[in-house]
T-cell receptor, first 112, second 113 residues
Framework: GQQLNQSPQSMFIQEGEDVSMNCTSSSIFNTWLWYKQDPGEGPVLLIALYKAGELTSNGRLTAQFGITRKDSFLNISASIPSDVGIYFCAGLLTGTASKLTFGTGTRLQVTL | DGGITQSPKYLFRKEGQNVTLSCEQNLNHDAMYWYRQDPGQGLRLIYYSQIVNDFQKGDIAEGYSVSREKKESFPLTVTSAQKNPTAFYLC????????????FGDGTRLSIL
């Protein structure tokens, strides 16, 4: 099955820095989702995007649904140690039994 | 609290043994899903179910089986035919045929003895 191209694969940043990651697809979606996974736990939903061009914030997180419907990005501002984890993007196309197509993940590590 | 409960958290399998992973949800969701996650990789779909007594294969169904006898429950059996079962298994559920996100359980880590 298809997996979305997510970059970067991993990043080390210092506390207080801003972070940006993105996700691209060869096919369109009508919903983009961003999840965070802590070690040994299930993914937790961070942001859901439902409309092309939509820009949505959740605290220090901001995500955008690309205008072509084939990409999305996630920004984290002023990173803190608890931002450590793996971030996954996922695309959904209505009418496909609500199946998600996942990105390969971005592993974020924050140093003090 | 509404949510998805997976059990056990850790499971060990002997050679030639079948093991069953439990997934229960009280979110009243019609659709349920099983994923496999290998270290450093994304999630791959094993099986999914849209309604009671019906389920479909995902991308990596070989060596696995499921049942959906009740709306709340979607157990996954890892059979002896699955030669590389060591992985983290995640269960999810969602409202069917909508653009609403899937919600995940906390996973079961399966290892070989």
């Amino acid at each position: 099955g298809q997996q979305l191209n997510q970059s970067p694969q991993s990043m080390f940043i210092q506390e207080g820095e801003d972070v940006s990651m993105n996700c691209t697809s060869s096919s369109i979606f009508n919903t983009w989702l961003w999840y965070k996974q802590d070690p040994g736990e299930g993914p937790v939903l961070l942001i859901a995007l439902y409309k092309a061009g939509e820009l949505t914030s959740n605290g220090r997180l901001t995500a955008q649904f690309g205008i072509t419907r084939k990409d999305s990005f996630l920004n984290i501002s002023a990173s803190i140690p608890s931002d450590v984890g793996i971030y996954f993007c996922a695309g959904l196309l209505t009418g496909t039994a609500s199946k998600l197509t996942f990105g390969t993940g971005t592993r974020l590590q924050v140093t003090l | 609290d509404g949510g998805i409960t997976q059990s056990p958290k850790y499971l060990f399998r002997k050679e030639g043994q079948n093991v069953t992973l439990s997934c229960e949800q009280n979110l009243n969701h019609d659709a349920m899903y099983w994923y496999r996650q290998d270290p450093g990789q994304g999630l791959r779909l094993i099986y999914y179910s849209q309604i009671v007594n019906d389920f479909q294969k995902g991308d990596i169904a070989e060596g696995y089986s499921v049942s959906r006898e009740k709306k709340e429950s979607f157990p996954l059996t890892v059979t002896s035919a699955q030669k590389n079962p060591t992985a983290f298994y995640l269960c999810a559920s969602s409202i069917l045929n909508s653009n609403q996100p899937q919600h995940f359980g906390d996973g079961t880590r399966l290892s070989i003895l």
